[in-house]
């Protein structure tokens, strides 16, 4: 256990160019694994509040399946779309076989 960080999943549930969400202190965080690097992100797009564990992710860039808002999902910037609002991102760790998540700050 890594402190401060909550566990969410082990590594061989989510394989590369997957993404999905878990639920940490009842909100949701999308996690999603770009070429083997695990990365999590607020899962609630900042447009009209989709859920993007529901679009696409190619390569490091995740689709709202909404209006088609792109986010990087490395840092969580916006790429493209009709939101000028990033998303937010938490920290990952990978330590034996499990994926590790920093939980985003109460709402
Ligand atoms: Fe995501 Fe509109 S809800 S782009």
Do not use: W
Not at 55 to 70: D, K, R
Not at 76 to 81: S, Y
Not at 82 to 93: G, H, I
Request: net charge negative; hydrophobic share 40%.
């Amino acid at each position: 256990m890594l402190d401060g960080f909550v566990s969410v999943m082990a590594t061989s549930e989510l394989p590369p160019g997957d993404m999905k969400f878990v639920v940490i202190n009842r909100q949701r965080v999308l996690v999603a694994n770009v070429g083997g690097v695990f990365y999590a992100l607020s899962d609630i797009c900042g447009h009209a509040g989709a859920p993007l564990s529901a679009g696409n992710l190619t390569g490091y860039v995740v689709e709202c399946p909404l209006h088609y808002a792109c986010f990087d999902a490395r840092t969580g910037k916006l790429i493209t779309g009709p939101v000028s609002a990033d998303v937010p991102s938490y920290e990952v760790r990978v330590e034996a076989d499990t994926v590790y998540v920093k939980p985003p700050p109460p709402p």
